[in-house]
């Protein structure tokens, strides 16, 4: 097959049709491993960052001069569109709310703003992220938190390693967790419909926390709201690609979503994977983003072993497990991006 | 079949043996969940209660009479015998290094000394539960961290989401990651068979961070001291128990370690593990520790159906998928042993 354009590639793969070799980007590609990012980080606070129209679209280009990638995903954070329905939140890094949400009065408060007027700037930096790329023909990639890892953040108050407190909702006051899913639910879908709207070529549903569910558990909390998300979301005009983190164990669910693409962390075999999920998703994924550590020419042999592995699936787009981490070698990422490039048709 | 003594249920169903009914105890049921721990622990630091031997008793003898346990672990941590490798650790709550260990010097300097001599209060603590313990015919439970858990915390320096520092030494150094995994097996083995010595019936390897490797990694990093472990523990006068927190993709290999018994966390169906693991190695678990926050006639449930799953598995010991927390309500936890004690024959 003849060379494909970066959005031809990644949208043929997400939609599990012939492509040349597998697109690539790398989840938190724009971030405090890259030393470009860290200059920009000096003269602004994360939260202004996310705001400040001319710096995001800076820091969300960088990656690919930087580092080869692909893909452009938008600078920002899941907790973006949440001060817009009333809640007030801090980074420290993690978000962190004022007040956790706990109680029916609270959600009921929770208002479902217009994104356009409520975060009007993520779609100034999309829109211009879109003309920025259209003479290099690199798609842009929207995205939004999950309902169910936005809430565990709410009600927890704070990141957590068990999330206890959320977790007990589920269980002491089901109609309360349900409640505060379904208005997340309302919320991301007009989100992400207004970042297609502003040219995201396609959308990342992040579900970081839904991984910590056991599979009866993320039946009932967690696929409910991406079928609707899904069912929802303008796919025709852009494919959806879901990401649950640490989700080995609900891969089945997570193929059943609707979505397009499921992005897998580096927990399961593509082979695997792909043997599981059949036909029905295209997959993304998924290194261990500690292995951009080792040598070049083993991180070269990584990258194939992941082509070779999810050669069975309908499509694959290169990705790491999880986000890059701040320790993450430049030089790593590099060998990531050009091991991808340099991969022959593997349609 | 008639009713056994919990000692007797406990170890034949470690072997696969037939039962009268799951044995039951709860991973964590001593601790801060339980008004009476924390009327002990007000008067003593937790490292102070880990070595005062009557203390540690009284503790780890609480949950038979407060909620109605079948089996007794000897109160410690996981980090008990590291200050005898010559390694300075504090808790805060967490395990703490005054020192990371991340050179071959440090390695090197690692002792392995005879645990009877490094931590004798260990084997005071256990030979005065065996005295205890005898007339009620309970079963007293040994317990070690494994290697891979041990090795991510003295590398890293504390607990960690990532452990980023850790798992780049496996891709940087690994000579010297396998140096340190031997000398920390070495000393597993011994810790685990004085332990036998001292009374345990059965003993657990805890490896809670063995599961944020990929199958391929945990084939190389982990599987490979648990074997060891298995090995040259005395299995014949104590089983094994392994717990793989987050272990849902790696099953196989977790049943393939020569381990009597499986503990598995919440992530995994209790059916589907019983089809995979089939006659090689017996079941442990695997309540989610924030289900036992639902009302007590859904606790009895979720008992019913985690007993009815695991009824395909040559053995099964009913547990939590990870340690109490200290939120648990204590009536979860009765509820919890109450349904366990009211199953009729599962064999």
Known sequence: ?????????????????PVDRPPVWLMRQAGRYLPAYRRVREQVTFLELCRD????????LQPIDEVGSEAVIFFSDIFTPIPGMGVEVDF?????????IRTAAQVEALRVPDPRESVPYVFEIQRTLR?????REIPLLGFAGAPFTLAAYLVEGSGSRHFGTWKRMLWQEPELARALLARLTEMTVGYLNAQIEAGAHAVQLFDTWAGMLSPAEYREWVQPSHREIAAKVDRSA???????ND?????EEAAESGAD?????????????????????????NLDPCALAAPPET?????????????????????????????????????????????????
């Not at 003309?131 to 003479?135: D, I, K, V």
């Open 1 to 17: 097959m003849s060379e494909l354009d970066p959005t031809e590639r990644l949208l043929r793969s997400c939609r599990g049709e």
């Open 53 to 60: 129209v001319d710096r995001a679209v800076e820091v969300s």
């Open 238 to 244: 852009a494919p959806l690609i879901l990401y649950v």
């Open 299 to 347: 991180i070269a042999k990584l990258v194939a072993d992941l082509a070779r592995d999810a050669a069975p699936a309908r499509g694959h787009i290169l990705n790491l497990g999880h986000g890059c981490l701040p320790e993450t070698p430049v030089e790593g990422v590099r060998a990531f991006i050009a091991a991808a490039k340099g991969l022959g048709a593997s349609a």
């Open 131 to 135: 003309r920025e790329l259209a003479s």
């Open 247 to 251: 989700g080995a164990h609900v891969l």
């Open 261 to 285: 693409v499921v992005s897998l962390d580096w927990r399961i075999d593509l082979a695997e994977a792909a043997r599981r999920v059949g036909s029905r998703v295209s997959l993304q994924g």
């Open 92 to 100: 420290a890094p993690g978000p962190v709310m004022a007040e956790p």
